[in-house]
């Protein structure tokens, strides 16, 4: 088939076969009846080649993709073949001297897209005019510049990609921006968002990180309100702190921020995944107004100066203690020349006391080790029981109601600075924004266990 496209791209074995004995092909826009009388309608997608050959997928009028397998369909009728070549108008964006300047730096998350049909891969739009076409709503919020500063998945955003992006935010602030949003894929917002906060210290305008959970093809996509929300959020926002804006319900009512340090994805596709652990979220933001959560924040200063300080030390890692762990991983460790490890331990901070001696060694050898709790919420109260006094016997320093996550990305900046062990602890617990907090809020920890009666009669009145 050299020079032509293949009819059945993606498509392999079974499904293939099927395919050419029903006569269709990718693009073609079809009626598929399956064994249990249900009608589905839609363009059959091209697939990636390395999913399975048991299912045809549909793009369906609703803006869904199913997946049908092959073995329960009865016919496919083709209605019609349209090869589908789908773009976002660009148009230029349009500057007003009234509105705010705002910065988006691109990371590779997917804020607003297009679905390219040729592939069936959601490709970004990132330029202000392809960000006009999708979302032209915000030509009424900022004035808009991009920078793309990578193009990755976030799993893939590392040390070396945190100090150019904090730099890159440094450089857009100096030239005059009134804010920044930072697009970036949700699985790892929150790590970047706790660096950042270190090595962007004094901002002078919010700096905002936003995604979507889901993709801008989907009618459910959370993608344009949220770029919408964080631009305002960044343009207008009296926060001048490095923060998270995504949903604060399921529902598209509004949006909430988060303080970087104290952010975590809770849910792996809820539109509302993300949430504050162990405080309140900053602020709720909609279209109309701000409606501030607390007091305690840096507020927008102009004539306030930014400080950057990218050092880093990525010899770290976090242990997520189970019962049964061996000491051979922490001996590993050492061997390997790690120089920071970050315990998730159970209940008040306890490990098990098989690998004390390893423990105690590690220390002995200069490994800075710290203890932060699996259940996110609650304190690291190591003085309680004797098994968190013989760990602190041994040099192990709690780190309080600090998240995992905020402790690791925080040890790793503070091992660029100093490897000495006074001096790695001291900067560790002192706080720089509401890493570690005071107390933690009556109202912050709510469980809504489902079935309860009381549960019942509370979402009753508060569902949305």
């Not at 363009?43 to 048991?54: C, E, H, K, T």
């Not at 960000?131 to 900022?142: K, Q, R, S």
């Not at 590690?362 to 309680?384: D, P």
Request: hydrophobic share 40%.
């Amino acid at each position: 088939m050299s020079g032509q496209e293949d009819p059945f791209k993606g498509y392999r074995g079974l499904a293939k076969s099927r395919m050419k004995k029903w006569g269709v092909r990718v693009w073609s826009d079809v009626r598929v009846v399956n064994t249990a009388g249900s009608v589905f309608e839609g363009v059959i997608l091209p697939r990636s080649g390395n999913f399975d050959d048991l299912h045809i997928v549909l793009k369906q009028k609703t803006g869904y993709n199913v997946g049908i397998h092959v073995d329960r369909v009865t016919s496919i009728e083709e209605l019609s073949y349209k090869k589908i070549i789908y773009k976002i108008p660009e148009k230029e964006f349009p500057r007003l001297p009234d509105l705010p300047n705002v910065t988006l730096l691109g990371t590779g998350g997917t804020i607003a897209s297009r679905l390219d049909y040729r592939t069936g891969a959601v490709i970004p739009a990132f330029t202000p005019g392809e960000l006009y076409g999708a979302v032209p709503e915000l030509a009424d919020i900022c004035n808009l510049t991009t920078k793309k500063i990578f193009g990755v998945f976030s799993e893939n955003m590392g040390w070396e990609e945190y100090g150019t992006l904090a730099r890159a935010v440094r450089d857009e602030i100096e030239a005059g921006a009134d804010g920044i949003v930072i697009g970036h894929g949700t699985d790892t917002m929150g790590h970047t968002g706790a660096v950042l906060t270190f090595m962007i210290q004094d901002s002078p305008v919010p700096i905002v990180l936003v995604g979507s959970q889901r993709s801008s093809d989907r009618p459910s996509s959370d993608a344009a309100l949220n770029l919408m929300h964080a631009v305002k959020t960044a343009g207008y926002g009296p926060i001048a702190e490095v923060q998270v804006c995504m949903f604060g319900p399921t529902s598209d009512q509004y949006a909430l921020l988060h303080r970087a340090t104290r952010v975590r994805k809770m849910h792996s596709s809820y539109r509302s995944a993300f949430r504050t652990i162990g405080d309140i979220p900053l602020c709720r933001v909609d279209m109309g107004s701000f409606e501030l959560l607390t007091d305690d924040f840096r507020p927008r200063d102009p004539d306030r100066k930014i400080k950057i300080d990218t050092v880093y030390d990525d010899r770290i890692t976090m242990l997520y203690y189970y019962p049964g762990m061996k000491p051979d991983l922490l001996d590993a460790l050492v061997e390997k020349g790690y120089r920071g490890i970050v315990i998730a331990g159970t209940g008040l901070g306890h490990v098990n006391k098989p690998i004390y001696p390893a423990l105690k060694q590690a220390i002995e050898k200069g490994v800075h080790v710290v203890m932060t709790v699996q259940t996110l919420w609650g304190f690291a109260q190591m003085y309680v029981y004797d098994t968190g006094r013989d760990l602190m016997d041994m040099g192990v320093v709690p780190l309080d109601n600090m998240l995992p996550e905020t402790a690791l990305m925080k040890l790793g900046w503070v091992l660029g600075h100093t490897d000495d062990h006074d001096e790695v602890m001291r900067m560790m617990r002192h706080t720089i924004n509401h890493e570690i907090t005071e107390r933690e809020p009556h109202n912050g920890y709510v469980i809504l266990q489902g079935g309860l009666p009381e549960t019942q009669e509370f979402i009753k009145g508060h569902w949305k």
